[in-house]
């Protein structure tokens, strides 16, 4: 019988036959708080290895290790769904000689079921797994609960390499992957801080004008018509749209009005939405926080599912396309409806479209909430600076001064409106928000391209820019 258990990461590099040019993937499920991508790529730099590509379903700024990898050549090519402000800066100067590769959550699924994307070797960090290669993210100091984003590396990897910080005798009989698809297991002190799972991101918002918003998004989803037995939902874990989850959980309850499912990332709210009837159950490709882990250890109805099922568009189905209800968040904003989540006004890399485009695409109403001007600047602008989820996949925009309706959308529209609604065309509040701020200075930035951003079918949708 093969002895899967490794005593090193440089032994597991070895043994998998990792060379220079390989690609190698990460899962993001311990956020903020991962040592896992850090502590592969400081064994593969001691090797001597170089040209890598790293695959990696998000990077977050606790892995800025990754910069100083790029900059003596370890790493040469970065492909990812989202990327921290602090590591994003770097890659904006034009840190990588190639450019990043951003996909959708549901568009990396599918590039690799197109193999226009590969995966030599999976690093998959394990909160607990058994010396077989059986893993689970429900157990252990670091629990981050659901694995959803890594089944798609498991899936695809030449090789895949456990790394557990909890390593239990064998079997370990709830699992998320089983020994069947893991080659080596190599047990490491800690694979991250669980604390970082958090990331300060999943508290409900106190200002008021964010909980105005919410109880107006809350009243559009009602006035939309979805709002009925069979409810499907998905908010994010930003504060504000956690206040949505609160204001639409008081219209489930007042009017008795049971929901079939909440997707997505999974919060503590939305586990309390669960217990208390709003919907049968929640379906999880995420935790983003220790009570939705606790809940997805427990509770039979809350399901962790793989980011496949969650997102693929070349899946025989997917989860984003029986949503009735996404909320969503931007940067920007243009009249034509495009969203950008990738940059800040100044054209720096501070984010990616996650399953932004992906749940845009596939739910009935999409919801984009933010307020009309941050920091005084407009969230409206000409032309956003990087489209990172089209406009035509975008139904509304709610403001603290009212609600954007995509003319594509005209049935909405009137219904809204009926409901007593503050509706109002997209430029009205483009120009309300110039008369309070000024009009921005356009930034024309023609420097080389230092990313490519690829819609879910595959096709660059829009590309980012070096700045200086």
């Known amino acids: 019988m093969k002895d899967k258990v490794l005593p090193s990461i440089t032994e597991a590099l070895r043994l998998t036959g990792v060379k220079d040019g390989m690609t190698l993937s990460f899962h993001h499920h311990l956020r903020n708080g991962d040592y896992v991508l850090n502590l592969v790529l400081a064994a593969a730099q001691k090797l001597g290895l170089k040209d890598l ?167 559009v989803i009602k006035a939309s018509g979805l709002l009925l037995d069979g409810f499907s939902f998905q908010t994010g874990a930003g504060g504000a749209s956690l206040a949505v989850a609160y204001a639409v959980e008081k219209i489930m309850l007042a009017e008795g009005i049971h929901g079939s499912f909440a997707s997505g990332g999974i919060t503590g709210k939305l586990v309390e939405m669960l217990n208390k009837g709003c919907f049968e159950s929640l379906l999880d490709v995420q935790c983003f926080d220790l009570e939705a882990v606790r809940s997805l250890r427990e509770n039979p109805a809350h399901r962790e599912i793989s980011a496949s099922q969650y997102a693929s568009p070349l899946a025989a189905g997917a989860v984003v396309d029986s949503l009735d209800t ?77 609600i954007a309706v995509n003319p594509l959308r005209a049935e909405l529209s009137a219904r809204l409106r009926d409901a007593g609604l503050k509706v109002m ?19 024309k930035n023609e420097n080389r391209v230092i990313a490519e951003v690829l819609y879910r079918d595959g096709t660059v949708i829009d590309t980012i820019r070096q700045v200086n």
């Open 326 to 402: 996404v909320i969503l968040g931007a940067t920007e904003i243009d009249p034509d409806f495009n969203v950008n989540v990738h940059t800040n006004s100044q054209g720096l890399i501070m984010g990616g479209s996650g399953g932004h485009s992906d749940t845009a695409a596939g739910a009935r109403l999409a919801i984009i909430i933010a307020p009309l001007m941050r920091a005084r600047l407009p969230l409206i602008v000409d032309r956003v600076q990087t489209i990172s989820t089209p406009g035509r996949t975008v139904d509304l925009l709610v403001t603290q001064y009212g």
């Open 53 to 219: 590509t790293i695959n990696a379903s998000a990077i977050f700024d606790c892995h800025l290790p990754l910069l100083d990898l790029i900059r003596d050549g370890t790493v040469t090519g970065l492909e990812c769904n989202y990327c921290g402000a602090l590591v994003g800066k770097a890659l904006s100067s034009g840190l990588l000689a190639k450019p990043v590769i951003f996909r959708s959550h549901g568009g990396r699924l599918a590039d690799l079921a197109r193999g226009s994307a590969r995966i030599d070797v999976a690093f998959v960090a394990a909160p607990t797994a058994d010396s077989r290669g059986n893993i689970s993210g429900k157990y252990g100091r670091s629990a981050c609960g659901s694995l959803g984003y890594a089944f798609s590396d498991v899936q695809n990897a030449d090789r895949v390499v456990a790394v557990p910080e909890n390593l239990v005798s064998y079997p370990l009989t709830d699992f998320s992957f089983s020994e069947t698809e893991v080659d080596y297991v190599v047990a490491v002190e800690r694979i991250g801080d669980p604390a970082g799972i958090v990331s300060g991101t999943t508290r409900v918002t106190r200002d008021p004008i964010g909980l105005l918003m919410a109880d107006m998004a809350a009243e």
């Open 425 to 443: 065309p997209i430029e009205e509040l483009k120009h309300l928000a110039e008369k309070i701020c000024g009009v921005p200075k356009t930034l």
